[in-house]
Each structure stands twice: as structure tokens, then as C-alpha cells.
């Protein structure tokens, strides 16, 4: 055989080439987008109008009631809403107005606050779909989408006010689980109670540089606690003797608090503190065994408390169940039942106790 006939003839390296080429396109097209990927892909061209929703606060004067339902629990919270720009916001139970809680407008972390639209952009698509109705309102619809382009969250941006007339925040299966309504909505700010006046922010902000110095000393305070939690705000107070710190986690959508101080949890206190919360499932949506559980209120928020390494964790989360536990799983976990007693047994013998 000649050369020439030897080079026309089919070999077996370019089958083999095909093969793979042909297996890893097989892989690609078959492989879903991955609906964690930060950022997701997108124009988030509705940016816009929610940066106007977030103006409006500090611009509209208005009364209204803000209605908080979860769809889980199919509980609901009304608080009326008096806003006062360069004064205010009051929130009260319906019904209960006198005693109401006055946020500053300097230290509210409400649902458009900057950081939080900040975290919306970085991490989820955020998408204009145009005008639509919403309970009878002409309102512009942003929705927030996950990589795969699920929905992780709508918006309903009023037309004639710019202020935020809904949300909603859905489970990653895209099942509902928060929502707010702004309804009864009244421009201007003629039933503010006059005897109302501002309580102190909580707490001292922590800069880059106190909070670096706390976790040297121990503090576990991570900059993000899952893939799409991201520390917002951080501040610290004392109750006695003790320091005690406040950080805020947020994806954009949801918030999660939590409430960090050295010490652990006396023997009246259990790990934790239901104060008339349902618990949820055995051990929980998602929660490890050594958490337990956490517990849930009817409005889609959760609370649960621990203790490990020499800290005492409370977690406060308005927030989706799912969302709730895996803020909880990227805490330290809780040390082993009976560990608190055997150390006090063991300094008993000692004679330090």
C-alpha cells in the first residue's frame, strides 16, 4: 500500500474525536442550568424601577395598611403604615395603633433599602415584564430570576406614586411563600400620632475593621452564609456585661438576623425558645439532626437559638422555610445534648461550682 492510499484511508483518531465530542454535547444540552449560579444571567433592566420605588419612600407621604401573608402557614399580619419623608415610618398592628414602632428613616432596613437592592442585582436577574394590574391599581411587574430562570421574586411597582404595592418571595420550586400588600393605600401623612418619636438605632455599626478584630477573637460572623446570603449590616450593643452582635444577612428578597453574644444558654432556657411558634417537621426542612428543628410563625417567620464554642446563636428569619434552614446549617452547630451538664458536673467535682 502507498503512501497515498495509506493517508485516504479512514483512521481511527477522528472517530474517537467524534465520540467525544459527540458525548460532551450530549452532556451539555442534557445538564440543566444550575438555579444557584451567582450572578444570574440577565439585563436587569428592572433595576430602574425599583430604584424609583425606593425614592418614593423618601418622597411620598402616605397612609396604608401592609398586609403579610404566608402561604405556608396560611397566616396573615396587618400593620398600618404611616410614612413621613425625612421623618419616618410607623408601623403598628392594626388596631393597636398607640402602640406602634417609629423606625427612623436612618436606620430602617426595609425592603428596597439600598443594600438590599444591591444584593437583588448581584445575584438574580432582575427583569421589567411591562404594565400590569394589581388589585385594581395600574402597576409596573419586576420579577427576580434565578439562573435557570425560575422566579425567586415578583415586585409591583405602582404607576402613579412609584411606591412598592406587592411582593412576593417564592420557594426555589417556585411555590409561593411570602407575600406583601401595601392596601387602604392614602396619600399623605395626616394621622401620624404626635406623641410618636424615634427610639435609638440598636446598637453601633461595625466597620470592615471591628469586624475583622471580633473574628480573630472568635466571633463567627462570615461575610456570607450561603450561596445567596450575604452579611447587609452589622452592629454591636451590650446587655450587662456582654457584648451582644446583630448581623443582617440578605439575598435582595429576604432578611435573616442574627443575634451572636459569648456565654451559653441557661438551664431554664431550652435550645430553643418556641414563645408560641409552630415547630416544623421533624428535624426540620432541610435542618441537620443536631439542630433539631426551627421553629416557624404563621407569617413566614422563623426563629431558632443554640449554643456552640462559647456563643449563644439566635436566628430571627423573615424568610422562606427553605432559606430559614440553611442559615441555620451554616451557623456552628449546637454542641451535643448533656454537654453543658457534664461540663458542670466535671467543675462541681472540682469544686469550682
Not at 444571567?41 to 425606593?54: H, K, N, V, Y
Not at 444577612?249 to 443575634?259: T, W
Given at each position: 500500500?502507498?503512501?497515498?492510499?495509506?493517508?485516504?484511508?479512514?483512521?481511527?483518531?477522528?472517530?474517537?474525536?467524534?465520540?467525544?465530542?459527540?458525548?460532551?454535547?450530549?452532556?451539555?444540552?442534557?445538564?440543566?442550568?444550575?438555579?444557584?449560579?451567582?450572578?444570574?444571567?440577565?439585563?436587569?433592566?428592572?433595576?430602574?424601577?425599583?430604584?424609583?420605588?425606593?425614592?418614593?419612600?423618601?418622597?411620598?407621604?402616605?397612609?396604608?395598611?401592609?398586609?403579610?401573608?404566608?402561604?405556608?402557614?396560611?397566616?396573615?399580619?396587618?400593620?398600618?403604615?404611616?410614612?413621613?419623608?425625612?421623618?419616618?415610618?410607623?408601623?403598628?398592628?392594626?388596631?393597636?395603633?398607640?402602640?406602634?414602632?417609629?423606625?427612623?428613616?436612618?436606620?430602617?432596613?426595609?425592603?428596597?433599602?439600598?443594600?438590599?437592592?444591591?444584593?437583588?442585582?448581584?445575584?438574580?436577574?432582575?427583569?421589567?415584564?411591562?404594565?400590569?394590574?394589581?388589585?385594581?391599581?395600574?402597576?409596573?411587574?419586576?420579577?427576580?430570576?434565578?439562573?435557570?430562570?425560575?422566579?425567586?421574586?415578583?415586585?409591583?411597582?405602582?404607576?402613579?406614586?412609584?411606591?412598592?404595592?406587592?411582593?412576593?418571595?417564592?420557594?426555589?420550586?417556585?411555590?409561593?411563600?411570602?407575600?406583601?400588600?401595601?392596601?387602604?393605600?392614602?396619600?399623605?401623612?395626616?394621622?401620624?400620632?404626635?406623641?410618636?418619636?424615634?427610639?435609638?438605632?440598636?446598637?453601633?455599626?461595625?466597620?470592615?475593621?471591628?469586624?475583622?478584630?471580633?473574628?480573630?477573637?472568635?466571633?463567627?460572623?462570615?461575610?456570607?452564609?450561603?450561596?445567596?446570603?450575604?452579611?447587609?449590616?452589622?452592629?454591636?450593643?451590650?446587655?450587662?456585661?456582654?457584648?451582644?452582635?446583630?448581623?443582617?444577612?440578605?439575598?435582595?428578597?429576604?432578611?435573616?438576623?442574627?443575634?451572636?453574644?459569648?456565654?451559653?444558654?441557661?438551664?431554664?432556657?431550652?435550645?430553643?425558645?418556641?414563645?408560641?411558634?409552630?415547630?416544623?417537621d421533624t428535624d426540620g426542612p432541610d435542618i441537620s439532626p443536631q439542630h433539631d428543628m426551627i421553629f416557624g410563625g404563621d407569617t413566614g417567620q422563623y426563629q431558632s437559638m443554640w449554643q456552640a464554642n462559647g456563643f449563644v446563636y439566635t436566628v430571627l428569619a423573615d424568610a422562606p422555610a427553605e432559606l430559614a434552614a440553611s442559615a441555620v446549617n451554616a451557623l456552628p452547630e449546637p454542641e451535643t445534648p448533656g454537654f453543658w451538664a457534664r461540663v458542670q458536673r466535671g467543675l462541681s467535682r472540682w469544686g469550682i461550682l
Amino acid at each position: 500500500m502507498s503512501a497515498e492510499e495509506s493517508s485516504s484511508g479512514p483512521t481511527l483518531i477522528p472517530v474517537a474525536l467524534l465520540v467525544t465530542l459527540t458525548c460532551v454535547l450530549m452532556l451539555t444540552i442534557a445538564a440543566p442550568p444550575d438555579p444557584y449560579a451567582v450572578p444570574a444571567d440577565g439585563p436587569d433592566d428592572g433595576m430602574s424601577l425599583l430604584q424609583r420605588a425606593a425614592r418614593a419612600e423618601d418622597e411620598v407621604a402616605y397612609t396604608g395598611v401592609r398586609r403579610i401573608s404566608s402561604a405556608e402557614h396560611g397566616g396573615r399580619m396587618d400593620l398600618r403604615v404611616v410614612n413621613r419623608p425625612g421623618e419616618g415610618l410607623l408601623l403598628a398592628q392594626l388596631g393597636e395603633e398607640e402602640q406602634g414602632l417609629f423606625v427612623s428613616s436612618s436606620q430602617a432596613l426595609d425592603s428596597l433599602d439600598a443594600r438590599m437592592l444591591a444584593m437583588l442585582r448581584d445575584i438574580y436577574a432582575v427583569t421589567d415584564t411591562g404594565r400590569t394590574e394589581f388589585r385594581g391599581r395600574e402597576a409596573y411587574l419586576v420579577e427576580t430570576l434565578r439562573a435557570d430562570d425560575s422566579v425567586a421574586g415578583r415586585f409591583w411597582v405602582d404607576t402613579e406614586t412609584d411606591l412598592l404595592i406587592g411582593r412576593t418571595i417564592y420557594e426555589r420550586g417556585e411555590e409561593e411563600a411570602i407575600s406583601t400588600r401595601l392596601v387602604d393605600l392614602e396619600l399623605g401623612g395626616d394621622s401620624w400620632p404626635e406623641h410618636m418619636s424615634a427610639d435609638e438605632p440598636w446598637g453601633e455599626v461595625l466597620d470592615a475593621v471591628e469586624l475583622d478584630e471580633l473574628r480573630s477573637q472568635g466571633w463567627h460572623i462570615p461575610e456570607h452564609l450561603d450561596w445567596d446570603l450575604r452579611l447587609i449590616d452589622a452592629r454591636s450593643t451590650h446587655h450587662g456585661d456582654h457584648m451582644v452582635v446583630h448581623s443582617v444577612y440578605s439575598d435582595g428578597l429576604s432578611q435573616i438576623s442574627v443575634f451572636t453574644q459569648r456565654g451559653r444558654l441557661g438551664t431554664a432556657h431550652t435550645a430553643t425558645l418556641q414563645n408560641g411558634y409552630v415547630g416544623t417537621d421533624t428535624d426540620g426542612p432541610d435542618i441537620s439532626p443536631q439542630h433539631d428543628m426551627i421553629f416557624g410563625g404563621d407569617t413566614g417567620q422563623y426563629q431558632s437559638m443554640w449554643q456552640a464554642n462559647g456563643f449563644v446563636y439566635t436566628v430571627l428569619a423573615d424568610a422562606p422555610a427553605e432559606l430559614a434552614a440553611s442559615a441555620v446549617n451554616a451557623l456552628p452547630e449546637p454542641e451535643t445534648p448533656g454537654f453543658w451538664a457534664r461540663v458542670q458536673r466535671g467543675l462541681s467535682r472540682w469544686g469550682i461550682l
